[in-house]
T-cell receptor
Framework: DQQVKQNSPSLSVQEGRISILNCDYT??????FLWYKKYPAEGPTFLIS?????DKNEDGRFTVFLNKSAKHLSLHIVPSQPGDSAVYFC????????????FGAGTQVVVTP | DAGVIQSPRHEVTEMGQEVTLRCKPI?????LFWYRQTMMRGLELLIY????????DSGMPEDRFSAKMPNASFSTLKIQPSEPRDSAVYFC???????????FGPGTRLTVL
């Protein structure tokens, strides 16, 4: 069963605008969430993370928001740049099963000029 | 500073043959993970090691799959005998213990004919 869900397989956004990627999870034991970015023929690269004790974490153009009651997190990219075109994966882990990252299916982001 | 190194990058083999994938983690990282990515199942964790000891192999699909980590700088994932349904991209990742952010290698694309 898929415990981490990214329901949008793709997203197209204009350069300079905001990209919003969504992720839902079902396991209430998850307490740490990560976003990874993946270019073709490369491995996923860690982007940003958030602990369940926070509801927001910001790193430059990237901000992750966590809504624990809704079991939902989102990644905001502002402003979007052509180099942001990639597949973005949401991942989650639980304290009692460290190391076992559960990944979503990914969202393909295309930033157009 | 070299990242996670995987070899080969591409492997094409015939059904029934033995396949060995190799991984060199980042120096100083004492946790190592093997993942498989397919269209149907996305990114799934196969097995992970901590200090060269296998901690959780519940994701290993069948007895045909085995993984070893003889020392801190080398791990192998072996499939014997290989089947067409094993065709996928296999990623190795590493991280320091207690960290959640895993660093991925570039992957090995395996095709079993």
């Amino acid at each position: 069963d898929q415990q981490v869900k990214q329901n949008s397989p793709s997203l197209s956004v204009q350069e300079g605008r905001i990209s919003i990627l969504n992720c839902d999870y079902t396991n209430s034991m998850f307490d740490y969430f990560l976003w990874y970015k993946k270019y073709p023929a490369e491995g996923p690269t860690f982007l940003i993370s958030i602990s369940s004790i926070k509801d927001k974490n910001e790193d430059g153009r990237f901000t992750v928001f966590l809504n624990k009651s809704a079991k939902h997190l989102s990644l905001h990219i502002v402003p979007s740049q052509p180099g942001d075109s990639a597949v973005y994966f949401c991942a989650a882990s639980a304290l009692d099963s460290w190391g076992k990252l559960q990944f979503g299916a990914g969202t393909q982001v295309v930033v157009t000029p | 500073d070299a990242g996670v190194i995987q070899s080969p990058r591409h492997e094409v083999t015939e059904m029934g043959q033995e396949v060995t994938l190799r991984c060199k983690p980042i120096s100083g990282h004492n946790s190592l993970f093997w993942y498989r990515q397919t269209m149907m199942r996305g990114l799934e964790l196969l097995i992970y090691f901590n200090n060269n000891v296998p901690i959780d192999d519940s994701g290993m699909p069948e007895d045909r799959f085995s993984a070893k980590m003889p020392n801190a700088s080398f791990s192998t994932l072996k499939i014997q005998p290989s089947e067409p349904r094993d065709s996928a991209v296999y990623f190795c990742a590493s991280c320091p213990s207690s960290y959640n952010e895993q660093f991925f290698g570039p992957g090995t694309r395996l095709t079993v004919l």
